[in-house]
Each structure stands twice: as structure tokens, then as C-alpha cells.
């Protein structure tokens, strides 16, 4: 493990560290021992780690980033109560669930979460159904609604009135996600189950059912927070 932090130094006077494309299969469990504990940010994208642990004493960290990495849970993560942003797009994340209830219980004070291009989240870009990452979105705001101070999810900023809609109607909008086994003629088509109909005073259009929706998982490659500027940081 040493030789592979070999040349890895801290900078922004000691607060951000950055271990990029050195094949880490885990975080080192002396990271804090060698770089010290007042890291704010730490970034560990492109590396092979498969759990989020060993960040206890790490205490002042508001900046963890992991993208493309094998990461499957989030199970091991500590407590990190000063953590604003959590970047973990491309990874191995397929229980949705598992991973928001976490998200809830141990990084309460979030307000920057990416997830994209991972099995549990549809592409905003490439599903089928466009309607598939907004329902998305207002399941994990749903999932999330005790994290008030959220204000991006992935690349965009989320507003009040999705928010709104997500208490009213975020529970009906999980989407199923499409096993890596099913043929292409079934990742090709939308299904729709367990369809609620939302009652409203005008004609009801699209946006009025709701239910689980089948996507196409599209790959590694991070798509993550392509609108959020260096001053929203």
C-alpha cells in the first residue's frame, strides 16, 4: 500500500487529498495516520475499491468523491456528519434501498448526491422511457425527504416543487431495474406494474401514473454533475 500512495501529497493547506488511478481495491486503513485528520475533501475516483469504510476518524470530511470504482454498498460507511457531498457515480450500487436508507441515517447534513450510472439508477440520457429518471428522482427524494438541505441530485439542482411532488407522489415512483441477464427485446421495452392513477380535476395526462418501471443499466462511465459550478462547490 505504500508504494501505491507513493508521490500522494495533501493540498488547499492540508484539507484535500487526491488518490486517482492507483488501483486501490479499499480505502488504506491509515489514511488519516499519513495524511492527517483535517481532510475536508477526498477524492478517489478511478481506483478498483469495492466498500466505503475506514473514514472514521475523518471526522471534518465534506467532500467525498468515488467515482468509477467497484463499489456495490455503502453498508460500512461511518457516521460523517459534516459530509455535504457524495459523489459515487459509476460504480456497482443495485440495492436502492439499502443504499438511500444509509445515505438518511449517516450522512445527515447532505446536499450534493451523484449517483449516476449505477445498475439502481436509469441514465437521464440514454433509458427508453424518459419518464424513467424522473420517476427516479422522486422516489430517492422521497426516500430522502428528511434531508432538507438536499439541493442537487446528480447534474441538477433540485427545485421545491419537485420536491412537492415527490411527498405526494415519490412512493409510487421506484423503477425496476433491468437484470444484465434479460434479452435485449425485454431491456427494449417499458413494463409497467402495479399502476396507481393519481386523481386530478383536469383530464389526466402521463405524469399521472405512477408505478415500477423496468430500465436499461447503460455502464461505467460517469455522467455526474456536469451542471454544477465550481461557486455552487
Known amino acids: ?70 463499489v456495490e454498498d455503502i453498508s460500512d460507511a461511518p457516521q460523517l456528519k459534516e459530509l455535504e457531498t457524495f459523489w459515487i457515480n459509476s460504480n456497482n450500487v443495485s440495492d436502492l434501498d439499502a443504499f438511500l436508507n444509509i445515505i438518511e441515517r449517516r450522512f445527515p447534513n447532505l446536499k450534493w448526491l451523484s449517483l449516476l450510472k449505477n445498475p439502481a439508477c436509469p441514465s437521464e440520457l440514454t433509458s427508453h422511457d424518459t419518464d424513467d429518471y424522473q420517476r427516479h428522482r422522486l422516489y430517492v427524494l422521497y426516500k430522502l425527504k428528511n434531508l ?46 402495479n399502476v396507481s392513477q393519481v386523481s386530478q380535476s383536469k383530464k389526466p395526462q402521463a405524469s399521472s401514473f405512477f408505478g415500477y418501471t423496468k430500465h436499461v443499466y447503460t455502464g461505467k462511465h460517469s455522467e455526474g454533475n456536469r451542471f454544477i459550478k465550481n461557486n455552487d462547490l
Open 1 to 70: 500500500m505504500t508504494d501505491t500512495l507513493e508521490g500522494i501529497s495533501t493540498t488547499n493547506n492540508g484539507t484535500h487529498l487526491s488518490i486517482i488511478g492507483r488501483d486501490l481495491e479499499s480505502i488504506p486503513t491509515d489514511l488519516a495516520s499519513q495524511f492527517g485528520e483535517g481532510i475536508t475533501e477526498l477524492h478517489l475516483n478511478h481506483n478498483n475499491i469495492k466498500r466505503v469504510q475506514h473514514l472514521e476518524r475523518f471526522s471534518k470530511l465534506k467532500s467525498l468523491v468515488l467515482d468509477n470504482n467497484d
Open 148 to 193: 432538507k438541505q438536499l439541493k442537487y441530485l446528480d447534474s441538477k439542482e433540485v427545485s421545491a416543487a419537485e420536491r412537492k411532488e415527490a411527498e405526494t407522489r415519490g412512493s409510487f415512483c421506484k423503477v425496476m431495474v433491468a437484470t444484465p441477464t434479460q434479452s435485449p427485446e425485454q431491456d427494449n421495452v417499458p413494463v409497467i406494474e
